[in-house]
């Protein structure tokens, strides 16, 4: 079943207090913060599809949720960094991907293993969500894990035409700068002893996972982030500002 709202730029009736109680970020931003992502969400809701399946019920409170934490990524981007986000697929738990898949998203290398998946986002194609995964990041974002973020850190990363952990930027040299950045930083999670303590295990699986983590941590446990990597985290502050990335 598919869910569209009309073209009003508002959101649903209700919507602030769904935040309020589901979504912990919207509780910590200030009041003008609040506005612009409100206005930036209803933007997102009003151009994207939402699909439910695997007998998952999207009503309201889940399109709000989803929405909200979509906008914050885009908020100084603008909302025409997701022109190739036309539907989110939205499953109520865990979805186990069977048959062929792209192991990193964006490329040419695939498996045909089972794989249980909280989301996943396709070059051209929409990104899918299991709602228990997204509820429970939205409501406990210390612990620097969210779905939502994740998946459409990957979105804006495909920009470029393939999920490699550089997003769009000004110019090739920055790119460059970029990926050399990233790449160490993917580099150093291998070679360290011990799992990461902000970016986990997960970060070290290449430079688009870790864009993809990173980003989770960007939003949800920032000043972490920058204790532990801060030049990544001065990266990312500079691309989600505007001030890095191409319009």
């Known amino acids: 079943m598919l869910h569209r709202r009309g073209h009003r730029h508002t959101l649903p009736d209700g919507a602030t207090g769904i935040l309020e109680r589901g979504a912990a970020m919207w509780n910590s931003l200030a009041a003008g913060e609040r506005s612009r992502l409100a206005t930036r969400s209803a933007e997102f809701l009003d151009r994207t599809e939402f699909e439910a399946a695997g007998g998952a019920a999207v009503d309201d409170t889940t399109r709000v949720i989803i929405a909200a934490h979509a906008a914050r ?9 997701y022109r190739d986000v036309h539907s989110v697929i939205v499953y109520p738990s865990t979805v186990v991907h069977r048959g062929v898949r792209g192991i990193t998203p964006g490329t040419s290398v695939c498996s045909s293993a089972a794989m249980p998946i909280l989301g996943e ?6 990104v899918v969500l299991a709602w228990d995964a997204v509820a429970r990041d939205a409501s406990n ?11 459409f850190a990957h979105k804006l990363d495909m920009l470029t035409g393939a999920a490699d952990g550089v997003p769009p930027l000004r110019s090739r040299s920055a790119e460059l ?3 050399t950045m990233i790449d160490a ?10 799992p990461d303590p902000v970016l986990g295990a997960y970060a070290e699986t290449n ?13 949800s446990i920032p000043q972490q982030l920058m204790t532990r990597h801060r030049a990544l985290h001065d990266a990312l502050a500079g691309f989600y500002r505007g001030e890095a990335a191409t319009s």
């Open 141 to 151: 974002p210390e612990g620097g894990h969210n779905v939502v973020y994740h998946e």
């Open 177 to 179: 700068e970029w990926k």
């Open 73 to 81: 990524l885009v908020l100084d981007l603008g909302i025409a960094a």
């Open 121 to 126: 986002a396709m070059l051209h194609g929409p």
């Open 207 to 219: 430079a688009a996972e870790c864009f993809a983590v990173a980003t989770e941590a960007f939003f």
């Open 185 to 194: 930083v993917v580099v150093s999670l291998r070679e360290a002893e011990w």
